[in-house]
T-cell receptor
Framework: GEDVEQSLFLSVREGDSSVINCTYT??????LYWYKQEPGAGLQLLTY?????DMKQDQRLTVLLNKKDKHLSLRIADTQTGDSAIYFC????????????FGKGTRLSVIA | GAVVSQHPSWVICKSGTSVKIECRSL??????MFWYRQFPKQSLMLMAT?????????EQGVEKDKFLINHASLTLSTLTVTSAHPEDSSFYIC??????????FGPGTRLTVT
């Protein structure tokens, strides 16, 4: 079945860039997502990328996709303490009517 | 994006009782909703897919008689945990999908069974 892997922890200093990495196994993955979850809260969609794209940038967020290596990354520029949260990578093979397969999440800690 | 609410946000119940969790799509007609479960410090695991007007599709290992799902309208799906036990304590999250690329998640319901 599909599998999505992420490193569990990342710690960065305020103002530095954060890079969260994700690998997936399903070569038919079409849509790849990054969600943010703050303590005790639901999931907030940060950004998504289609498999025919290599990069997507949205303000401080940059997503890079290497489809050959099945590797996805999320770069957060000028990381702030408010960025401390768990970041989930997820993939889907079709449009929104199919469920997402999530990674275990990367806990980002930002040190002031 | 779509606004999704869940009610209640936190519930504590005694073992053996049943609990109903509501998931509402406030501004979006959701033909499909998904129910996920998240154990502490773990990822979201899909429990079932709820389609408006038809029976839910459950993932392997999820007891359909224990987790009753009803999707009676395009804006409401309910998950009822029947005869709850402490091992059912978890964070239950719903999401809505309407055919676009995005899925919108509710804020989650924390269930604690004592």
């Amino acid at each position: 079945g599909e599998d999505v892997e992420q490193s569990l922890f990342l710690s960065v200093r305020e103002g530095d860039s954060s890079v969260i990495n994700c690998t997936y196994t399903d070569s038919s993955s079409t849509y790849l997502y990054w969600y943010k979850q703050e303590p005790g809260a639901g999931l907030q969609l940060l950004t998504y990328i289609f498999s025919n794209m290599d990069m997507k940038q949205d303000q401080r967020l940059t997503v890079l996709l290497n489809k050959k290596d099945k590797h996805l990354s999320l770069r957060i520029a000028d990381t702030q303490t408010g960025d401390s949260a768990i970041y989930f990578c997820a993939e889907s093979t079709a449009r929104g009517n199919t469920p997402l397969v999530f990674g275990k999440g990367t806990r980002l800690s930002v040190i002031a | 994006g779509a606004v999704v609410s869940q009610h209640p946000s936190w519930v504590i119940c005694k073992s053996g009782t049943s609990v109903k969790i509501e998931c509402r799509s406030l501004d979006f007609q959701a033909t499909t909703m998904f129910w996920y479960r998240q154990f502490p410090k773990q990822s979201l695991m899909l429990m079932a897919t709820s389609n408006e007007g038809s029976k839910a599709t459950y993932e392997q290992g999820v007891e359909k008689d224990k987790f009753l799902i009803n999707h009676a309208s395009l804006t409401l799906s309910t998950l009822t945990v029947t005869s709850a036990h402490p091992e059912d304590s978890s964070f239950y999250i719903c999401s809505v999908a309407g055919g676009s690329y995005e899925q919108y998640f509710g804020p989650g319901t924390r269930l604690t069974v004592t």
